[in-house]
């Protein structure tokens, strides 16, 4: 008589242990992300390259091919590889994402932060500059 209710109370208390793991990582996939600062030392770096048309087509294409799978062609995080990730890709376009420095974002996609890659020898430093400007024109509407 004891050994079913040992049974019970053990698969009880196994079952309510595999909530109390579950639960915690449901809910840290449903809060926001957590804010990513660019070093003050970074953030102060400023573009070299200017914002004229050949920088932003230039940093279209290198977008279109490094950034686009999963930031979306408009820069709203929805790329087709996006479902894949946690935490999901920030929206580029958002007033919180424009309104960091030049130097910020460049720091970021520098140095990445899993998931996204680190572009450092992915994409040259001009290049990157360029995909800055072209970013730039993803503001939202």
């Not at 804010?35 to 770096?45: I, S």
């Amino acid at each position: 008589m004891k050994r079913p209710l040992f049974r019970g109370l053990a698969v009880t208390v196994v079952a309510l242990s595999g909530a109390a793991l579950v639960l915690p990582l449901r809910s840290m996939a449903d809060t926001p992300q957590e804010e990513w600062k660019a070093p003050a030392r970074a953030a102060k770096r400023k573009n070299p390259i200017s914002a004229d048309e050949k920088s932003i087509a230039a940093g279209k294409i290198v977008y279109a091919g490094q950034c686009m799978s999963c930031h979306g062609p408009a820069g709203r995080g929805d790329g087709p590889a996006a479902k894949d990730l946690n935490p999901k890709p920030r929206n580029l376009s958002d007033p919180i994402i424009q309104s960091q420095t030049d130097g910020s974002i460049f720091w970021k996609v520098t140095e990445g932060k899993k998931p996204m890659p680190t572009f450092e020898k992915l994409i040259n430093e001009n290049d990157r500059w360029n995909v800055i400007n072209y970013v730039r024109t993803l503001k939202a509407k």
